[in-house]
């Protein structure tokens, strides 16, 4: 199970205070007067074996700022998400699960209630996409919808699923905008090339016929000759920090744009 948090504001460095993401537990986004105990909490009650609503449910009720606080929360059974009657309007949010997957969208200091509809749809839509291009594509859904009212700052993208990411670490992304004017399309330009060089494979083809020798021409004219085609692309690739994206059955769709963009370039 994959679990993430996207989260973007008119705050400095706002992914070192919302997100916190345990790898087999689930999500947490603190916001609003941000509390930083609820992350440890909050994952420390799912991985005890409680659902989203007790979990959250406990960690508010011992808080007596709660009032001030936005919390949502994802975990292996269910989501939840609260806001605090003293947060700034717009304040609120929604739950929702889709083919099993579970979601908590939030904001407080919002232009209004579509924003957060907006990214629900976003990512409802995107349910044949990988994981962290949902929750980019929610956060963007969001922005441009009015998002943070006060405008915008910073953005943050952590998310994690077994096995996943660089040296099977688990980690899919962990990326953030500190402080950039356009900062959740800063995040978005980002997060592209983080999936260009460490996602896996995609729209393979073999490497036959005119592709082949597409391939084949390309290489000659970076350099990369001495061995077949697959054996001088895989070389290629190393070079270029594309490993993640090899494939022994062809060539990755992303990496012979790259490529084409190199050989023109």
């Excluded at 022994?248 to 790259?258: C, P, Q």
Aim: hydrophobic share 45%.
């Amino acid at each position: 199970t994959a679990y993430g948090v996207a989260v973007a504001s008119k705050f400095l460095s706002v992914g070192s205070v919302v997100p916190a993401v345990r790898l087999g537990t689930g999500a947490v986004a603190t916001q609003a007067m941000a509390r930083i105990a609820y992350k440890n909490e909050v994952l420390s009650a799912l991985a005890r074996g409680a659902t989203a609503g007790r979990a959250l449910a406990a960690a508010t009720a011992d808080d007596l700022a709660a009032a001030h606080r936005q919390v949502g929360v994802v975990g292996p059974k269910d989501a939840a998400t609260f806001t605090g009657s003293e947060c700034l309007p717009w304040a609120g949010g929604l739950t929702g699960e889709l083919e099993g997957t579970a979601y908590a969208i939030q904001g407080n200091l919002l232009v209004g209630r579509a924003v957060i509809e907006a990214m629900e749809a976003a990512f409802v839509a995107g349910a044949d996409q990988p994981f962290t291009r949902r929750l980019v594509a929610a956060l963007l859904a969001g922005d441009e919808a009015g998002g943070d009212a006060r405008g915008r700052q910073s953005a943050a993208l952590y998310a994690v699923a077994p096995r996943a990411g660089y040296d099977r670490s688990g980690v899919l992304a962990d990326l953030r905008v500190d402080d950039h004017e356009q900062a959740p399309q800063e995040l978005a330009r980002i997060h592209d090339l983080h999936d260009l060089y460490f996602g896996g494979p995609e729209g393979v083809q073999p490497l036959l016929g005119a592709l082949e020798r597409e391939v084949r021409a390309a290489l000659d004219g970076l350099g990369f000759v001495g061995g077949s085609t697959a054996a001088d692309l895989e070389r290629w690739i190393g070079v270029v920090n594309l490993e993640t994206r090899h494939s022994r059955d062809g060539i990755d769709a992303r990496v012979l744009a790259h490529l084409r963009a190199a050989d023109a370039g």
